[in-house]
């Protein structure tokens, strides 16, 4: 005589409903929205900044106006007319927790939240676009794309290991509704959308 988990089991095994495939969603693109005015305005209410290069700017001498006081830069772009700290993912922490600046390119934007996906090679280091007191994301901006089922269309899953999306500097609210900006990471984000010819 069969046990009541062997008939339960066997009850389970006649009963399978026939596989039904996933349905197809939409990407809800709105082909007369401005990616460019969403994303500004998007990055702006969730307390980022945006500096956008033309081409003949150069973007170490736009940093070093924004980020006079930054010492301890580390970049993954080269950057030949600034000092920078070598990190790689070996890196300490008491390396890691005295840059002031971090300078990281993005792989794209997502204008309706201002969302940037940052895939792990492009972090130098899983810690440190968390631990900078600065953090600097560089974007083409014809890599605006206008909402995240469009974003998750275009991350490469297949290679990745790990990645994030970042939306403005590190926040956090007690009870008393007392915002603060920097508290679990970055102090400040900046978003850099350049043009294809800027250096």
Excluded at 1 to 20: F, G, W, Y
Excluded at 89 to 113: C, M, R, S
Excluded at 182 to 189: D, I, K, Q
């Amino acid at each position: 005589m069969a046990s009541t988990r062997e008939t339960l089991l066997a009850r389970i095994r006649q009963n399978k409903p026939d596989l039904v495939p996933l349905p197809d969603v939409p990407t809800f693109v709105n082909e007369t929205d401005d990616s460019f005015a969403r994303f500004r305005d998007a990055l702006a209410f969730v307390g980022g900044k945006l500096m956008e290069l033309k081409a003949g700017d150069l973007l170490e001498e736009q940093l070093q106006l924004a980020f006079p006081d930054a010492q301890r830069i580390a970049s993954s772009r080269p950057l030949s007319r600034l000092s920078l700290t070598p990190i790689g993912p070996e890196t300490g922490k008491d390396v890691l927790e005295q840059i002031d600046l971090a300078i990281l390119k993005g792989e794209f934007g997502v204008a309706e939240n201002a969302a940037i996906w940052l895939p792990e090679p492009n972090m130098m280091n899983r810690s440190l676009p968390f631990i900078t007191q600065h953090l600097v994301l560089v974007i083409n901006r014809s890599d605006l794309v206008p909402n995240m089922h469009v974003a998750y269309q275009r991350i490469d899953r297949k290679s990745l290991t790990y990645g994030v999306f970042i939306a403005g500097p590190s926040k956090t609210a007690d009870i008393e509704q007392s915002l603060v900006i920097g508290a679990h990471g970055a102090r400040s984000l900046t978003v850099v959308l350049i043009s294809d010819s800027v250096d």
